[in-house]
């Protein structure tokens, strides 16, 4: 282990003496959210909650079994065949939804603690959770005028006929949110389901099963009758049986390619429709013009966000040849100058990796780069804090930028999900300023999540995002548009979020044929 870079030395990380000052608890919960309350699980294992900023066991949730998830699917299943919630108008569904988004906002603080304790994401992204969350709840409330809309459509070559479309919901349905945003990842999931009439069991991942309980206690204060909402904690076979549960109409799954190739194979088999948003590898295409002073400045958030545990930032920076040592310095001085840390200081922009193993795979990639040839301009190591801060336990990596990638090594071609950056080169000397060149390094990658282009052209900049073959695409910025659709392409998932084509995943459709008039 080595010590961190002068640069974080004046950041001050007494972790102990912090959590000390904001009196957090030890915190053990025995129950499961089933039909409407907290009950008992049934298993009788128990699942640890680990700070990984420092390394401490700081809570325990069970860890459920099949029984567990056949209440949960069969309290669902109840509320969808008998219950109230499908027969409810949309208008009067979107007024629940509202109602949660004010309970959410009601726990941000503690919601945040909780999350940055759980996964270590910095404190200052943490506390934006809620208020996100709530604007994706508002968000859809706005969509029950869509489907209310009556649609009819005439017959093309049938005068005198047409049919009624109608818009219901698809059942009960799995969401299954990964550990680096549990909470914005379940509610992108949540907010549409209940819009469209679905009744819903959610599963946590493992490291993170406790903030998501707010979102949870937010539905059950606004009076979402019982059963609609359902969770269960546990380990990852909990959502394999989920997956699989003949009481499940449908799986929304966030997490890595390997994972959702599983469901997706099973989702094949039993004929079950399925929302995969899965890993990425991005590119951030620095054209010639591009304003490097405004690139720094959005560089961390859409190159580095969440200490690189973000599924479509823009890990991998292509950089003209003429410009290739001004931006990496640029990179360099940017990275190594953000303050790492105590994620629940204010001030920390980079904290650990979210699990143990999460660490060791991030470790295995640096050195990884390392022995292939790249040259790291900051990071390359672990790092590590003297005793007093209470931070020598933590699973930390410094960030660091890569420069020298070239296109075959690991680094440059598979999802890190941690503070690595790599900047590649491309010839801008080539016809067309090398941008067949640049266009080509970004596509060549298995994935198709997001993407950048900096440019101080925006129509060149349009022209070239319409070339790079990905779901989502920023110019000069990069962010998650409520209204807009968000997904993959390739082996970064199936389907979509966000917008009216999020509603659609958790709906079915059914048109009545008849005479007109």
Avoid at 81 to 108: K, M, Q
Avoid at 323 to 345: F, N, T
Wanted: proline letters at 7%.
């Amino acid at each position: 282990m080595t010590t961190v870079p002068t640069a974080q030395d004046a950041h001050t990380q007494d972790a102990r003496a912090r959590r000390a000052t904001l009196n957090l608890p030890y915190t053990r919960v025995d129950d499961m959210f089933i039909d409407g309350a907290y009950v008992p699980a049934r298993g009788t294992g128990r699942n640890p909650v680990t700070d990984p900023a420092t390394g401490e066991v700081w809570g325990e949730v069970p860890d459920g079994s099949a029984e567990d998830v056949d209440a949960a699917v069969a309290a669902a299943r109840r509320a969808f065949d008998a219950g109230p919630w499908p027969r409810l108008s949309p208008s009067e569904r979107a007024a629940y939804l509202t109602r949660i988004a004010d309970e959410i906002e009601a726990r941000a603080e503690t919601l945040a603690l909780t999350n940055t304790r759980e996964n270590g994401s910095p404190i200052t992204e943490t506390r934006g959770a809620a208020a996100n969350a709530a604007g994706i709840f508002r968000y859809f409330a706005t969509l029950a005028e869509y489907l209310e809309r009556e649609d009819v459509r005439p017959f093309p070559f049938a005068p005198g006929q047409e049919s009624v479309v109608r818009r219901e919901p698809v059942g009960v349905c799995a969401l299954i949110a990964p550990w680096n945003f549990p909470i914005n990842l379940v509610v992108i999931k949540l907010a549409p389901a209940l819009l469209a009439g679905c009744t819903v069991v959610i599963k946590p991942a493992s490291p993170t099963p406790l903030s998501i309980r707010f979102i949870v206690d937010a539905v059950a204060a606004a009076g979402v009758p019982a059963g609609v909402v359902n969770l269960v904690t546990g380990s990852g076979r909990m959502g394999d049986l989920l997956v699989k549960h003949p009481g499940v109409d449908k799986v929304a799954f966030t997490g890595s390619t390997p994972v959702g190739r599983r469901i997706a194979a099973a989702c094949g088999e039993l004929l079950r429709p399925v929302t995969l948003e899965l890993g990425g590898k991005s590119s951030a295409i620095v054209l010639p013009d591009a304003d490097l002073d405004a690139m720094a400045k959005v560089l961390i958030r859409s190159s580095m966000r969440n200490t690189g545990q973000t599924c479509y930032i823009s890990t991998r920076i292509l950089a003209p040849a003429s410009r290739y040592e001004e931006v990496v310095e640029m990179a360099r001085s940017v990275i190594a100058a953000a303050p790492q840390g105590d994620p629940l200081d204010p001030s920390t922009v980079f904290g650990p990796s979210a699990t143990k193993a999460q660490f060791g795979t991030v470790m295995g990639y640096v050195e990884s780069g390392l022995a292939e040839g790249a040259r790291a301009t900051a990071g390359g190591r672990a790092a590590s804090f003297a005793p007093e801060t209470g931070l020598e336990g933590g699973f930390f990596v410094e960030p660091t930028v890569f420069a020298d990638v070239t296109p075959s090594m690991r680094v440059a071609r598979e999802e890190i999900f941690g503070p690595v950056l790599t900047i590649l080169k491309y010839d801008d000397s080539a016809p067309g300023g090398g941008v067949d060149e640049a266009v080509a390094l970004a596509n060549n990658t298995e994935f198709g999540l997001g993407g950048l282009v900096f440019s101080s052209d925006p129509e060149a900049a349009l022209a070239v995002a319409d070339r790079v073959d990905t779901g989502s695409i920023g110019i000069n910025f990069f962010a998650s548009n409520h209204s807009a659709p968000f997904g993959g392409r390739h082996d970064s998932g199936l389907g979509t979020e966000y917008g009216i084509e999020g509603l659609g995943a958790y709906l079915t459709y059914k048109s009545i044929h008849r005479k007109a008039g």
